[in-house]
């Protein structure tokens, strides 16, 4: 098709420019390398002692050279190399190594020409550890260990490698290390050898292709948990190893989640219909780590918080591993089996891990509701792809200051959003064929969207139609807004659609764009329900109802909420589908309150209409839905109420929208209640003890808080607030209790290595909104070892949510910038956010840009962080322009 081979040439002519920079030597490949040299083999050698600042090692690495050349480009960032050659044949060549771009790209240069065929690199070097990327140290308990986050950029700061995703090729990884401790890897261990002077050398077989990011190992005292054997399932007749790997004496709590984790696998498995595709499975609970989990093959890595749950742990919790645990297990075909060619395509990892994991966990748990779940992302990610400086899904990666951008909203959830939509338009069984139709087709190697979208499209009734509509929601931005009227003057009803671009108030994005939107319609035909697809495009269109046997009472546009786009009705059909909102789906309930706040962003709804609809929402089943629109008046009780009077005369109308539901919840867990009440009471709770200050429900958790912190006499009871509404105890405790009670919060942060009471006591200590508080909670972010590098943000996170404490927060951010950028490292441009908190003019976004601008420049993923949270302060200073002085009265309007 046009845009498959457009995207081909696109390509070609990438390639051959890079092939000719090369040639002439003129440019350094900060996108993809040149192809000239390609890896077969990557034997690893390292010297690994976690007690030591860095790490030895040599990589030798077996290759194809196409061309003869006298300059080949590989990565490593930050690394001392100690000597480098290539042989070719019989002839050796010594090589000039060095780093020739901050992004880390390496230039290994020969005084003659390295003839084309095949060749091995050998390269020995020193690096250190890293900072939660790379190879790293953590020190959680007093012992040293070192484990790994090689994705986007690590690798290159552990080895010398080829570190793009094209490159993948197998793997032979050996560890020396101290004899006691424990070495783990991708593949199985196959021996181990006493070395003298206490060592010992561990060898691993050989991995299936994989690229760099996906290379994973760990070395300390791990303790190692032997989980149930994975059996065999379908046409693997070999069961799977299973084990856990955690910090020492940690082991015991990884029961729960070693015990579940072969039904999500088994269930993959039977979905795909294609085995399990690696030797063994090891989950490894890491004591800080980064990200929430990552996908090495063989050896995933997730924070331990993920690990350690039980049956008594709080409904989050819970539903916390079994999500991340799909998602990552659900990577092990989509990313680890086939794997993007290239970091504009991470969507195809990511996007479909999201759709993926949420199909399975609700699969196995449907109690959890996911798919309720998967809509409340899709939403979340319309906000950001409502600004003029989003993304596309498949975006252009200029270089690595991009690839730390993509790993977002837009990439998770709006992916996974418009794969559910096309298996909605579709159906799940015939996408189900085209998603292992393109697994079999790219197994052990590389695709691209255009090898999904063909894939999936093909199984369609109008594959071309299909495959240009799935492009229009992937090469550009911004979220459809479809215009629906009902004509009922001819012989069949129909629905006359038009769509633009959404943009909120203040937005420079144009609003003239459209997409290939796959709409199923749902509509009220007397006594019956009926459905209907189409697939909708240019400005304007006429959908035809052809089963409908008279005029329909309501028509809601996006059934089921499978699509990702926004809607507005004509004034007739909006009356129609508010008073029929009972009749609706649960998700389309959902759908139609997003419909009503994405209205009032974009300047159609007054505030007062707004609030007007809460109630309609508050009463509804679902706790989403149920809470659609509690953030809006937050944002109206700051910026558009000038006094504290004020101020506590809207929080009282509040309160009474939601406190019908909280009375029927209660404040105390109920035996056998659904996962969905005590979620949402927690989620009310904390609306109306922390945002709300509402004096009943502050006083029992403080009560509770107080028992958890022991400042009544007694000991510390860590159980005496339910679990899912610990936090807000303990927060509650900290703002009534003082110094008092920030020192009982902190010595118990001290004595304890429980990662969620951990950051639930941080997250209290941050939050007391008391100056000489505050900055004893910052402090603690600098006190050598007492910080893991993920609690730093829920250290000072709470400081954010009052504007007195903002600014001594944002004096922190300035003062210690360097050492907060190397401690927060690869995720330094969240700093942006520290210092941006609250701001709504357009002076401070001037003045934002002005200062972390330049700061951010060379900081992965900061030049975007920087352009959308300006925008995002200049759209807040426009919202409140257009409202300053309309009421906010509660009266149905």
């Known amino acids: 098709m046009h845009l498959l081979r457009r995207r081909a040439l696109a390509l070609a002519v990438s390639l051959a420019a890079c092939a000719a920079a090369h040639a002439a030597g003129s440019a350094v490949p900060t996108g993809p390398l040149p192809r000239t040299v390609v890896p077969s083999l990557v034997q690893l050698e390292l010297r690994i002692d976690p007690k030591q600042a860095g790490m030895s090692g040599t990589t030798r690495i077996q290759a194809d050279i196409a061309e003869s050349t006298d300059t080949v480009w590989m990565h490593g960032r930050g690394l001392t190399i100690r000597s480098a050659r290539a042989r070719v044949g019989k002839k050796t060549f010594p090589l000039r190594v060095s780093q020739v771009d901050p992004s880390g790209v390496l230039q290994l240069v020969s005084s003659s020409p390295l003839p084309a065929g095949k060749a091995t690199f050998d390269i020995a070097f020193d690096a250190p550890y890293g900072e939660l990327q790379g190879a790293y140290k953590v020190k959680p308990d007093g012992r040293d260990y070192v484990m790994t986050q090689m994705e986007p950029l690590g690798a290159r700061t552990a080895f010398p490698s080829f570190d793009e995703p094209s490159f993948k090729q197998p793997w032979e990884v050996t560890l020396i290390v101290p004899k006691d401790d424990v070495a783990v890897a991708n593949g199985p261990e196959t021996k181990t050898e006493a070395l003298p002077g206490g060592w010992k050398k561990v060898t691993f077989k050989r991995t299936q292709a994989l690229p760099s990011y996906l290379v994973a190992f760990a070395v300390g005292p791990w303790d190692v948990v032997q989980g149930p054997d994975i059996a065999p399932n379908g046409d693997r007749t070999a069961p799977i190893h299973l084990r856990g790997i955690a910090a020492k004496g940690q082991g015991g709590r990884m029961a729960y989640s070693l015990a579940h984790t072969p039904e999500i696998l088994r269930a993959l498995e039977s979905y795909f219909g294609i085995a399990y595709p690696f030797d063994k499975l090891d989950n490894l609970a890491a004591p800080d780590f980064w990200a929430g989990a990552m996908e090495n093959a063989g050896l995933i890595v997730y924070r331990d918080s993920l690990m350690f749950p039980d049956q008594t742990s709080s409904v989050g919790r819970r539903q916390s591993f079994w999500g991340t645990s799909s998602h990552e297990l659900a990577h092990q075909w989509f990313g680890d089996l086939v794997t993007t060619r290239w970091w504009d395509d991470i969507w195809l990892n990511e996007g479909f891990a999201t759709w993926m994991g949420n199909k399975i966990h609700g699969q196995l748990q449907p109690q959890a509701h996911t798919d309720r779940g998967l809509l409340e992302g899709a939403i979340g990610a319309m906000g950001a792809d409502s600004l003029a400086s989003t993304r596309r899904v498949h975006e252009p990666i200029r270089d690595y200051r991009d690839i730390e951008s993509a790993f977002d909203g837009i990439t998770y959830q709006k992916g996974g959003a418009t794969l559910a939509m096309f298996e909605r338009y579709i159906g799940e069984e015939k996408f189900r064929q085209g998603i292992r139709k393109y697994l079999k087709a790219h197994a052990r190697g590389n695709a691209t969207s255009a090898d999904l979208i063909n894939a999936l499209a093909g199984q369609s009734d109008d594959p071309a139609a299909v495959s240009r509509a799935f492009f229009s929601f992937i090469d550009q931005p911004g979220v459809p807004y479809v215009s629906v009227n009902l004509d009922c003057t001819g012989k069949v009803p129909a629905l006359d659609i038009s769509q633009q671009r959404y943009v909120p108030i203040g937005s420079t994005a144009s609003a003239d764009q459209t997409w290939g939107v796959p709409m199923t319609i749902r509509y009220a035909d007397g006594n019956s329900v009926r459905e209907q697809k189409a697939l909708v495009t240019g400005k304007q269109s006429r959908v035809e109802l052809v089963q409908a046997g008279s005029c329909p009472k309501w028509v809601m546009p996006n059934g089921y909420g499978a699509g990702y786009y926004r809607f507005a009705l004509s004034p007739t059909l909006q009356a129609a589908l508010n008073d029929s909102f009972d009749s609706l789906d649960q998700r389309e309930q959902r759908v139609a ?217 944002r004096d922190w951010v300035d003062a210690h910038f360097g050492e907060l950028e190397a401690r927060l490292a690869p995720a330094g441009a969240a700093m942006v956010n520290l210092y941006s908190a609250g701001m709504c003019s357009d002076a401070e976004a001037d003045a934002l840009q002005a200062k972390f601008g330049p700061r951010m420049e060379k900081v992965e993923g900061g030049p975007r962080e920087v352009e959308q949270t300006v925008e995002a302060i200049r759209l807040c200073a426009a919202q409140k322009q257009a409202r300053t002085g309309l009421p906010l009265d509660f009266a149905k309007r």
Do not use: C
Request: no cysteine; net charge negative.
């Open 593 to 809: 309150a997003d419909s009503v706040t994405a209205a009032y962003g974009a300047g159609t709804l007054t505030p007062s209409q707004l609030l007007a609809a809460l109630p309609r929402f508050a009463n509804a089943d679902v706790r989403q839905t149920a809470t659609a629109g509690m953030t809006a008046t937050g944002w109206m009780g700051e910026h558009l109420l000038a006094d504290d009077k004020a101020r506590e005369a809207f929080h009282a109308k509040v309160a009474a929208i939601y406190r019908p539901r909280l009375d029927r919840l209660g404040l105390s867990p109920k035996v056998g209640e659904a996962e969905d009440d005590a979620l949402l009471r927690s989620t009310l709770v904390e609306f109306f003890a922390i945002d709300l200050k509402d004096a009943t429900v502050r006083a029992e958790m403080n009560r509770l808080g107080r028992q958890v912190l022991g400042l009544d006499g007694a000991a510390p009871q860590l159980d005496a607030a339910a679990r899912d509404l610990r936090d807000t105890a303990l927060a509650v405790a900290l703002q009534e209790g003082g110094a008092t009670a920030f020192d009982a919060a902190e010595k118990q942060f001290r004595a304890s290595q429980d990662a969620v009471l951990r950051t639930e006591l941080l997250s209290a200590m941050s939050v007391t909104h008391v100056p000489a508080l505050d900055a004893r909670a910052r402090a603690l972010v600098f006190e050598k070892g007492l910080l893991r590098r993920n609690e730093i943000f829920p250290a000072v996170g709470g400081q954010l949510s009052d504007a007195a404490t903002r600014p001594a927060l």
